[in-house]
Protein backbone atom coordinates (compact mmCIF):
# COMPACT_ATOMS: atom_id res chain seq x y z
CA UNK A 1 0.00 0.00 0.00
CA UNK A 2 0.88 3.57 -0.22
CA UNK A 3 2.19 5.23 3.01
CA UNK A 4 -0.70 7.47 2.15
CA UNK A 5 -3.04 4.41 2.46
CA UNK A 6 -1.45 3.19 5.71
CA UNK A 7 -1.86 6.36 7.34
CA UNK A 8 -5.35 7.43 6.60
CA UNK A 9 -6.31 3.48 7.20
CA UNK A 10 -4.59 4.16 10.53
CA UNK A 11 -6.84 6.78 11.48
CA UNK A 12 -10.33 4.98 9.97
CA UNK A 13 -9.52 2.26 12.80
CA UNK A 14 -9.16 4.42 15.60
CA UNK A 15 -12.17 6.27 15.40
CA UNK A 16 -14.12 2.69 15.36
CA UNK A 17 -11.97 1.68 18.03
CA UNK A 18 -11.88 4.59 19.61
CA UNK A 19 -14.43 6.72 18.63
CA UNK A 20 -16.95 8.54 20.49
CA UNK A 21 -20.70 8.56 19.30
CA UNK A 22 -21.77 12.22 18.88
CA UNK A 23 -24.79 14.18 17.53
CA UNK A 24 -24.57 16.73 15.22
CA UNK A 25 -26.75 19.38 12.85
CA UNK A 26 -27.29 16.62 10.18
CA UNK A 27 -29.21 14.35 12.42
CA UNK A 28 -26.83 11.46 11.31
CA UNK A 29 -24.85 10.75 14.70
CA UNK A 30 -20.86 10.18 14.05
CA UNK A 31 -18.36 8.50 16.32
CA UNK A 32 -15.03 11.27 16.47
CA UNK A 33 -11.86 11.75 18.01
CA UNK A 34 -11.25 15.40 19.14
CA UNK A 35 -7.78 15.49 17.53
CA UNK A 36 -5.00 14.03 15.10
CA UNK A 37 -2.08 14.47 13.08
CA UNK A 38 -0.36 12.89 10.92
CA UNK A 39 3.03 13.42 8.87
CA UNK A 40 3.38 12.88 4.87
CA UNK A 41 6.70 12.95 2.26
CA UNK A 42 5.18 14.51 -0.31
CA UNK A 43 7.86 14.48 -2.47
CA UNK A 44 8.82 10.86 -1.88
CA UNK A 45 5.27 9.45 -2.83
CA UNK A 46 2.34 11.77 -4.14
CA UNK A 47 -0.69 11.38 -1.42
CA UNK A 48 -4.03 9.72 -3.34
CA UNK A 49 -5.62 6.78 -2.17
CA UNK A 50 -4.88 3.22 -3.91
CA UNK A 51 -7.95 1.38 -1.47
CA UNK A 52 -10.74 3.34 -3.11
CA UNK A 53 -10.71 5.98 -5.78
CA UNK A 54 -10.02 9.54 -5.19
CA UNK A 55 -11.26 11.93 -8.17
CA UNK A 56 -8.51 13.54 -8.73
CA UNK A 57 -9.64 15.92 -11.47
CA UNK A 58 -12.47 17.44 -9.80
CA UNK A 59 -10.02 17.94 -6.57
CA UNK A 60 -7.84 20.02 -8.98
CA UNK A 61 -10.30 22.02 -10.15
CA UNK A 62 -12.04 22.67 -6.76
CA UNK A 63 -8.72 23.68 -5.32
CA UNK A 64 -7.84 25.74 -8.58
CA UNK A 65 -11.44 27.96 -7.47
CA UNK A 66 -10.19 28.57 -4.97
CA UNK A 67 -6.79 29.60 -4.77
CA UNK A 68 -6.27 29.94 -8.16
CA UNK A 69 -9.81 31.23 -9.71
CA UNK A 70 -10.37 32.95 -6.25
CA UNK A 71 -13.88 32.66 -6.96
CA UNK A 72 -16.97 31.77 -5.02
CA UNK A 73 -19.07 31.69 -7.95
CA UNK A 74 -20.62 27.88 -7.71
CA UNK A 75 -21.20 28.59 -11.93
CA UNK A 76 -17.42 28.31 -12.41
CA UNK A 77 -17.01 25.36 -11.00
CA UNK A 78 -20.60 23.77 -12.53
CA UNK A 79 -19.62 24.61 -15.82
CA UNK A 80 -16.14 22.19 -15.28
CA UNK A 81 -18.59 19.58 -14.48
CA UNK A 82 -17.75 19.49 -10.41
CA UNK A 83 -20.88 19.66 -8.36
CA UNK A 84 -19.44 19.79 -4.62
CA UNK A 85 -20.81 22.85 -3.94
CA UNK A 86 -24.33 22.77 -5.55
CA UNK A 87 -25.89 21.86 -2.38
CA UNK A 88 -24.28 25.39 -0.67
CA UNK A 89 -25.58 27.59 -3.75
CA UNK A 90 -27.25 31.03 -2.66
CA UNK A 91 -30.67 30.71 -4.75
CA UNK A 92 -31.28 33.49 -7.46
CA UNK A 93 -34.09 35.52 -4.46
CA UNK A 94 -30.55 35.70 -2.43
CA UNK A 95 -31.44 33.13 0.32
CA UNK A 96 -30.10 29.76 0.77
CA UNK A 97 -32.44 27.29 1.58
CA UNK A 98 -31.01 24.20 3.77
CA UNK A 99 -32.37 21.38 6.24
CA UNK A 100 -30.82 21.81 9.62
CA UNK A 101 -31.18 19.29 12.43
CA UNK A 102 -31.43 20.75 16.06
CA UNK A 103 -31.68 18.85 19.30
CA UNK A 104 -34.76 19.16 21.41
CA UNK A 105 -35.05 19.63 25.33
CA UNK A 106 -35.56 15.63 25.69
CA UNK A 107 -31.79 15.44 23.67
CA UNK A 108 -33.76 14.36 20.19
CA UNK A 109 -32.77 15.70 16.68
CA UNK A 110 -35.43 17.29 15.49
CA UNK A 111 -35.73 18.39 11.30
CA UNK A 112 -36.27 21.89 10.70
CA UNK A 113 -36.45 23.85 7.51
CA UNK A 114 -34.63 27.22 7.58
CA UNK A 115 -32.99 29.75 5.20
CA UNK A 116 -30.94 32.67 5.55
CA UNK A 117 -31.15 35.95 3.63
CA UNK A 118 -27.55 36.53 2.18
CA UNK A 119 -28.60 39.28 -0.40
CA UNK A 120 -29.37 38.70 -4.49
CA UNK A 121 -25.41 39.74 -4.96
CA UNK A 122 -24.33 36.81 -3.54
CA UNK A 123 -26.58 34.82 -5.61
CA UNK A 124 -24.76 31.96 -7.13
CA UNK A 125 -22.17 31.98 -4.94
CA UNK A 126 -21.04 30.39 -1.62
CA UNK A 127 -21.05 34.21 0.04
CA UNK A 128 -17.81 35.23 1.92
CA UNK A 129 -16.21 32.39 1.86
CA UNK A 130 -13.21 30.67 0.64
CA UNK A 131 -12.30 31.61 -2.80
CA UNK A 132 -13.83 34.75 -1.83
CA UNK A 133 -11.47 35.48 0.83
CA UNK A 134 -8.28 34.44 -0.72
CA UNK A 135 -9.17 36.75 -3.46
CA UNK A 136 -9.92 39.62 -0.94
CA UNK A 137 -6.91 39.15 1.21
CA UNK A 138 -4.54 37.54 -2.17
CA UNK A 139 -3.68 34.83 -0.47
CA UNK A 140 -2.15 32.99 -2.46
CA UNK A 141 -0.15 35.69 -4.37
CA UNK A 142 1.50 36.73 -1.06
CA UNK A 143 2.18 33.25 0.15
CA UNK A 144 3.99 32.61 -3.39
CA UNK A 145 5.85 35.94 -2.78
CA UNK A 146 7.00 35.31 0.60
CA UNK A 147 8.34 31.67 -1.04
CA UNK A 148 10.37 33.02 -3.37
CA UNK A 149 11.48 36.29 -1.87
CA UNK A 150 11.85 35.49 1.21
CA UNK A 151 11.87 31.71 1.72
CA UNK A 152 13.10 31.61 5.70
CA UNK A 153 9.78 33.82 7.03
CA UNK A 154 8.60 32.32 10.00
CA UNK A 155 4.79 34.22 8.94
CA UNK A 156 3.69 32.44 5.80
CA UNK A 157 0.03 31.91 6.75
CA UNK A 158 -2.94 31.28 4.52
CA UNK A 159 -5.99 31.56 6.95
CA UNK A 160 -9.45 31.32 5.56
CA UNK A 161 -10.85 32.29 9.02
CA UNK A 162 -11.63 36.05 8.48
CA UNK A 163 -14.39 37.24 11.58
CA UNK A 164 -15.61 39.46 9.31
CA UNK A 165 -16.32 37.73 6.37
CA UNK A 166 -17.62 34.22 8.88
CA UNK A 167 -20.94 35.46 8.91
CA UNK A 168 -21.89 36.07 5.06
CA UNK A 169 -20.21 33.12 4.20
CA UNK A 170 -22.44 29.95 3.78
CA UNK A 171 -20.52 27.55 5.17
CA UNK A 172 -17.45 28.35 7.31
CA UNK A 173 -14.16 26.60 6.13
CA UNK A 174 -13.53 23.16 7.54
CA UNK A 175 -10.03 23.54 6.19
CA UNK A 176 -9.33 26.76 7.22
CA UNK A 177 -5.23 27.33 7.77
CA UNK A 178 -2.13 26.30 6.24
CA UNK A 179 1.62 27.18 6.84
CA UNK A 180 4.41 27.32 4.61
CA UNK A 181 7.72 26.80 5.28
CA UNK A 182 11.10 26.64 3.65
CA UNK A 183 14.26 24.22 5.05
CA UNK A 184 17.00 22.56 3.06
CA UNK A 185 15.51 23.65 -0.23
CA UNK A 186 12.17 22.30 -0.32
CA UNK A 187 8.79 23.63 0.39
CA UNK A 188 6.67 22.11 3.55
CA UNK A 189 3.14 23.03 4.45
CA UNK A 190 1.30 22.15 7.59
CA UNK A 191 -2.29 22.13 7.24
CA UNK A 192 -5.28 22.71 10.05
CA UNK A 193 -9.00 21.34 9.60
CA UNK A 194 -11.79 22.39 12.25
CA UNK A 195 -13.74 19.32 11.46
CA UNK A 196 -13.13 16.80 9.08
CA UNK A 197 -15.29 13.71 7.62
CA UNK A 198 -12.76 11.50 7.14
CA UNK A 199 -14.44 8.69 4.11
CA UNK A 200 -15.44 11.86 2.05
CA UNK A 201 -13.62 14.94 2.85
CA UNK A 202 -10.18 14.10 4.08
CA UNK A 203 -8.91 11.78 0.60
CA UNK A 204 -10.51 14.47 -1.57
CA UNK A 205 -8.54 17.53 0.59
CA UNK A 206 -5.21 15.90 0.73
CA UNK A 207 -4.76 15.33 -2.17
CA UNK A 208 -5.53 18.55 -2.59
CA UNK A 209 -3.11 20.50 -0.66
CA UNK A 210 -0.46 18.07 -1.50
CA UNK A 211 -1.13 19.38 -5.17
CA UNK A 212 -1.12 23.05 -4.30
CA UNK A 213 2.56 22.21 -2.47
CA UNK A 214 3.73 21.08 -5.77
CA UNK A 215 2.44 24.36 -7.49
CA UNK A 216 3.64 26.20 -4.94
CA UNK A 217 7.22 25.07 -4.68
CA UNK A 218 7.70 25.05 -8.49
CA UNK A 219 7.08 28.94 -8.45
CA UNK A 220 9.93 29.06 -6.66
CA UNK A 221 12.03 26.26 -7.76
CA UNK A 222 11.94 24.42 -4.89
CA UNK A 223 11.22 20.57 -4.55
CA UNK A 224 8.64 19.61 -2.49
CA UNK A 225 8.94 18.38 1.23
CA UNK A 226 6.91 17.32 3.88
CA UNK A 227 2.61 18.00 4.38
CA UNK A 228 1.63 17.99 7.82
CA UNK A 229 -2.17 17.38 8.98
CA UNK A 230 -3.87 18.15 12.05
CA UNK A 231 -7.77 17.71 12.27
CA UNK A 232 -9.66 18.90 15.64
CA UNK A 233 -12.58 16.56 15.11
CA UNK A 234 -12.10 13.69 13.31
CA UNK A 235 -15.49 11.78 12.43
CA UNK A 236 -16.97 8.98 10.50
CA UNK A 237 -20.54 9.40 9.95
CA UNK A 238 -22.88 5.87 11.18
CA UNK A 239 -23.67 5.24 7.52
CA UNK A 240 -20.34 5.47 6.44
CA UNK A 241 -18.97 2.79 8.86
CA UNK A 242 -19.97 -0.33 6.14
CA UNK A 243 -18.28 0.96 3.54
CA UNK A 244 -14.96 1.76 5.87
CA UNK A 245 -15.20 -2.07 6.72
CA UNK A 246 -15.19 -2.42 3.40
CA UNK A 247 -11.86 0.03 2.67
CA UNK A 248 -10.27 -1.89 5.77
CA UNK A 249 -10.73 -5.33 3.91
CA UNK A 250 -8.55 -4.14 0.70
CA UNK A 251 -5.54 -3.97 3.54
CA UNK A 252 -4.95 -7.93 2.46
CA UNK A 253 -5.31 -7.19 -1.28
CA UNK A 254 -2.30 -7.26 -3.18
CA UNK A 255 -0.84 -3.50 -2.99
CA UNK A 256 -0.77 -1.04 -5.50
CA UNK A 257 2.27 1.15 -6.55
CA UNK A 258 2.35 4.89 -5.49
CA UNK A 259 1.10 6.89 -8.51
CA UNK A 260 3.14 10.42 -9.25
CA UNK A 261 2.29 14.18 -9.72
CA UNK A 262 2.73 15.95 -13.33
CA UNK A 263 2.22 19.79 -13.54
CA UNK A 264 2.69 21.64 -16.87
CA UNK A 265 6.41 22.48 -17.12
CA UNK A 266 5.56 25.17 -19.36
CA UNK A 267 3.16 27.32 -17.18
CA UNK A 268 3.02 29.49 -13.78
CA UNK A 269 0.57 29.07 -11.16
CA UNK A 270 -1.99 31.97 -12.84
CA UNK A 271 -1.77 30.08 -16.26
CA UNK A 272 -3.09 26.12 -15.19
CA UNK A 273 -6.01 25.42 -17.65
CA UNK A 274 -9.08 25.80 -15.19
CA UNK A 275 -11.79 23.54 -17.88
CA UNK A 276 -13.51 19.84 -17.92
CA UNK A 277 -10.05 18.63 -18.67
CA UNK A 278 -7.62 20.01 -16.48
CA UNK A 279 -4.76 19.59 -18.83
CA UNK A 280 -2.22 20.94 -16.88
CA UNK A 281 -2.24 19.15 -13.96
CA UNK A 282 -2.81 15.34 -13.64
CA UNK A 283 -2.22 11.88 -11.81
CA UNK A 284 -0.11 9.45 -13.26
CA UNK A 285 -0.24 5.68 -13.07
CA UNK A 286 -2.76 5.89 -10.96
CA UNK A 287 -3.67 2.37 -10.05
CA UNK A 288 -6.76 1.75 -7.81
CA UNK A 289 -9.10 -0.51 -6.17
CA UNK A 290 -12.80 0.64 -6.75
CA UNK A 291 -14.97 3.25 -5.45
CA UNK A 292 -16.91 3.06 -2.37
CA UNK A 293 -19.96 5.31 -2.13
CA UNK A 294 -20.56 7.05 0.83
CA UNK A 295 -23.57 8.77 1.82
CA UNK A 296 -23.24 12.76 2.26
CA UNK A 297 -24.44 13.81 5.55
CA UNK A 298 -26.78 17.29 4.92
Same mark, same amino acid.
Given at each position: ?????????????????????????????????????????????????????????????????????????????????????????????? !?????? !???????????????????????????????????????????????????????????????????? +?????????????????????????????????????????????????????????????????????????? +????????????????????????????????????????????????????????
Amino acid at each position: MSKWDIEYLKLCKKILNEGIKSPNRTGIDTYKIPGYHFHLDVGEEFPILTTKQTYSRQAFLEMLWIYQQASNDVRDLQNVNVHIWDEWEIAEDG !YWYAKQ !YKTDKDGNQVLEFDKKFFGKKYAHTIGTAYGYVVKKYDLAHRAIKLIKEDPFNRRNVISLWQEEDLET +GVLKPCVWSSEWDVTDGKLNAWVHQRSCDVPLGLPFNVTQYAALLYLFAKEANLKPGTLDWSIKDAQIYENQID +GIKKQLERENLQPLPAPTLWINPDKHFDEYDFSKDCKDIKVLNYKHHGPIKFKIAK
